[in-house]
């Protein structure tokens, strides 16, 4: 079968080569997957750059964190599976390649639908579903704020908060998307003014001078600050990207006059595994239900993969969306 | 009645003027206090120097806090007497001889040195709740520090040293280790960028579970890479006035937590009978000698202007708290 193997951490063109390895066969309580989609990640590529803090691996590897695919050979005492049902491979599993084996209690039934939309649910839905579920639980009516909107998974917040009855106030750098995503359900969309204070006016007016007590902040650096402007004392920012690759910085006057709080998103959350899977399983009948879509900017095979690392290495208009590798074609 | 006053904005020693003036006769439900001792705090001169958020209206007597004595009894107050030692509420606009508030509100003062009590209502508690209400401390806990040698720093060592939580103290100056060492501070090191691995060695990789910064800047997140993960930042002070910085990682991957500390809003969680108590717990600590400042210098209230130039200076140029007199 055909795989992506990264040798060394560099540049994708230099370290990671289109290969022919032996299929997997199943170990005993393990299922091997025929990968229908895989999604790329900014991370994916900070991962084969080795970006610092992203050096975790041996080498070599298949990079590729999510996929979904068909069952096509079982362990004696894999459960749960039969030949030919549609499964979520376990994060990390490594998806750039035609098939993966990984143990049968850590994947998770999938539902038949569009295979490139649903394999976004592991990361982006699952942290959006986190953020607003887990983390800052609004009441019915309550505003949250993020930025960073535009991303798959701050539009993945923006349908999952409206499920939940909560209202969304947007930020994002370019003036096109506020249709874009009012159209995707969000209630206000405000164009990054540049400075905290003019943002956060502008954010209050858009939501009647509303108490914010939550907000997403992927940008890191002055978004943080941003955040931080627009909500009220006792806040909690909660951070969970870093697009600008900055620190993330905090205003004196907000942690101080107003007592707010910045922590990270941790991802591992209360949730049990088990409790995981079935939230897994709810975003995905979300998207067959038309609830949850993410933008799509492009597909690739394995053998475009070097095209794919370079589309995603593009940003904001130039890249418009999510890659996605489909390994068998 | 001599009172500091200042009518501008501008630098502490040009704008800030003492005036003569008649203390106000107390009215039903209020006392005069004949003020013994105020101190000086970097806030008094951020307000006369109009730095944002500390835009007070004008004219304004500066002085967040005091000591003095009850000198003058308004109909209906009768859980004071005449000589009887009070700290005055919060922000009263200490600078002056005598000051006409409310009963309602004031706190008992013990006996003691006037100069050293005066700074009892702000920056002991500051140090105090920051140990009590975070990082659930226990007995052989650590926490980590920067600005160690301020005078919150040096209550935190204190206060610390008296529950036997174990203190990292970092500083700016290497001639501060041996001072703080003294003091109680159980690993001083100068800040830097290999801090987490100094604290490490000087530690023998002991967990740090609560991070305590007065810095801002590149120090937050310096203190933050020495800690455990999962721990808390507490922001308290704002010495170099740069935005507090959190790595990706320790925020993200790491799951540090950075907290704005306030203590008046820490004390907003508590019944008034609770905050009596924590008043009246760090008391009886100073009378029982255990909580100390470092007192740079102190000014008769004539000389104001002297007092002020002197609390404006930073570091070794400075020494401690400058503290007024009114005696």
Redesign the interface.
Known sequence: MKALQQSAYGPPLEVVALIDVDAPTPGPTEIVVEVEAAAMHLADLKFINGD??FRWFEMPRTPGHEGLGRVVALGDQAKGFEIGDRAFLPVGAGTFCQKVAAKADDCTPAPEGDEIQLVLMSLNAMTAFILVNDISAPAKDEWIIQNGANSSCGRFVIAIAKKRGAKTVNIVRRPELIEELKAAGADAVIVDAGDPDATAALVKEATGGADIRCGFDCV?STGT?TIARCLR??GTVI????MTGK????????????????????MSSDRTAMERKAVLQDLANMTVAGELEAKIAGTYTLEQAQEAFAHQARTGANRQGKIIILPNG | MRVARYSRIGEPVDVIEIFEEDTPAPGPGEVSIRMEAAPIHLADLYCMRGKEHFDLPLPAVPGFEGVGRISAIGDGVTEWSMGDRVFPHLACGAWRDEITVLAEGLLPAPEGDAAQLSLLPINPPTSYLILEDFGDLKEGDWVIQNAANSNCGRYLIELAKLRGIKTVNVVRRPELIDELTELGGDVVLVDGDDLAERVKAATQGAVIKLGVDAVNGMATERIASCLQDGSEVLAYGMLTGEPCMISPDTSFLRDIKLIGFYTIRQFAKRKPEEVRKVYDHLARLFEEGKLSAKIAGTYSLDNVKDAVAHAGRRGAEREGKVILTMA
């Open positions: 610092p803090g890191a600050v004392e006792s951070n969970y990207g870093f620190s993330s910085e905090m205003a004196f006057q907000d942690l101080f006059l107003k007592s707010i709080t910045l922590q990270g998103m941790n």
